[in-house]
Nanobody, 118 residues
Framework: QVQLVESGGGLVQAGGSLRLSCAASGNAISTMTMSWYRQAPGKQHELVAFTTHDGRIYYEEEVVKGRFMISRDNGKNTVSLQMNSLKPEDTAVYYC???????????WGRGTQVTVSS
């Protein structure tokens, strides 16, 4: 079992920045793909970004548009999402996700709310 706890969400004005963090416990994330998803009101979950155990990074460009950066610190067992130039459309609950390659075992955090005002 992997427990994921997100933090860093809040209310920010358009154009502002937030840094989300995901603290993992129960297992090391060093062998896992770590992702950030989000769910806006009335919408399905959508991928924001992920980083693999070997350091590969992927951004969902339709969502990120060059504004966000994902990073991981395996020593601290954390994953972060730096979000810049935030827009009201970024308002959503942001979820941390961990997945073990090959087995497909995956785990979700409970989310942190990000609200961007106009």
């Amino acid at each position: 079992q992997v427990q994921l706890v997100e933090s860093g969400g809040g209310l920010v004005q358009a154009g502002g920045s937030l840094r989300l963090s995901c603290a993992a416990s129960g297992n090391a994330i060093s062998t896992m793909t770590m992702s950030w998803y989000r769910q806006a009101p009335g919408k399905q979950h959508e991928l924001v970004a992920f980083t693999t155990h070997d350091g590969r990074i992927y951004y969902e460009e339709e969502v990120v548009k060059g504004r966000f950066m994902i990073s991981r610190d395996n020593g601290k067992n954390t994953v972060s999402l730096q979000m810049n130039s935030l827009k009201p459309e970024d308002t959503a609950v942001y979820y941390c996700h961990a997945e073990r390659p090959f087995t497909g075992e995956n785990f979700w955090g409970r989310g942190t709310q990000v609200t961007v005002s106009s």
